[in-house]
């Protein structure tokens, strides 16, 4: 099987299920921002050096593969006209959630208290997650846009927002283990 197909040189894809939309459909807006946050991630797991990091990396690229998934099959898409499931894998779920709530706390443990809002960067690994994050963000408001009009599961959205927070911990944590400063933003009436 060859990698091209050319049917999406019209400006047209297939969702999962075989609906066309326009390569401009929210949706694939949607999935095709959580490819871009998933490939981000994975070049931040490649990044770290705590096998922990690695993993728990990992793991949330397994979930951004599902998140992609439900969102790339429409709901009216999703069960077969015999009644099985198309996707034939779990959604998130408050589960999923509690789990990157925990990994956030942990790593929250081991850090000072913020006092200032702080500026990306200060080594490569840093600037890397934090560009995670801000991916993450731009998939959330994307998600949160095509729930406007179509079903996005709330646990989909709690996922990314939970995520988008774990990456700043993370940030901030990895910080800490290459000893690099921390960039306190400071404003103008603070100097």
Known sequence: MKIYTKTGDSGETSLFGGKRVSKSDLRIDAYGTIDELNAYVGLLRDSVMSSRHQDFLLEIQNNL??????????????????GENRLKIDNINEETLKKLEDEIDALEAQLPTMTHFILPGGHTT???????????????????QLQKNEFVSADIIG?????SDYLFVLARMLTKELQVEEIKWISASEK
């Open 159 to 163: 996922y990314l927002n939970r995520l």
């Open 65 to 82: 593969f599902v998140v992609g998934a439900f969102l790339a099959t429409p709901p009216e898409s999703q069960i077969k006209k015999n």
């Open 126 to 144: 840093v600037s890397h997650c934090h560009i995670a994050r801000t991916i993450c963000r731009r998939a959330e408001r994307v998600c949160v």
